[in-house]
């Protein structure tokens, strides 16, 4: 599996920017995927995770209510939506995938978990 994250920016404080990540491959369906960031000077983070059947879903504390992943797996790709976004949300973003089909929805929030990882793209609040 390839992955392709796109629609990092820069954006104000309060702004909404939603990332994108395609990826290539005719199992897109059978992987979990997710969101990590890394801020500079820090380790990467979880961010949010979706099952490979869409039916579940987590999310960090920093994050939950705040961003929405969802994926449209007719479109091999995953989203991102952020929206109220703050200075502290300045990072890049990277999506991952982890083979979950028949497989339980549990520790998706580590990064060791995810087999394959995109480029990342950068996501700039400024305050």
């Known amino acids: 599996v390839q992955l392709q994250a796109s629609g990092g920016g820069l954006v104000q404080t309060g702004d909404s920017l939603r990332l994108s990540c395609a990826a290539s491959?005719?199992?897109?369906?059978?992987?979990?995927m997710g969101w990590f960031r890394q801020a500079p000077g820090k380790e990467r983070e979880f961010v949010a995770a979706?099952?490979?059947?869409?039916?579940?879903?987590g999310y960090s504390d920093s994050v939950k209510g705040r961003f929405t992943i969802s994926r449209d797996n007719a479109k091999n790709t995953v989203y991102l939506q952020m929206s109220s976004l703050q200075p502290e949300d300045t990072a890049v973003y990277y999506c991952?995938?982890?083979?979950?089909?028949?497989?339980?929805?549990?520790?998706?929030?580590?990064?060791?978990?995810?087999?394959?990882w995109g480029q990342g793209t950068l996501v700039t609040v400024s305050s």
């Open positions: 491959g005719r199992t897109f369906s059978r992987y979990n």
């Open positions: 991952a995938a982890d083979y979950g089909y028949g497989s339980s929805w549990s520790r998706y929030f580590v990064d060791s978990k995810y087999e394959y």
């Open positions: 979706i099952a490979w059947s869409g039916g579940s879903t």
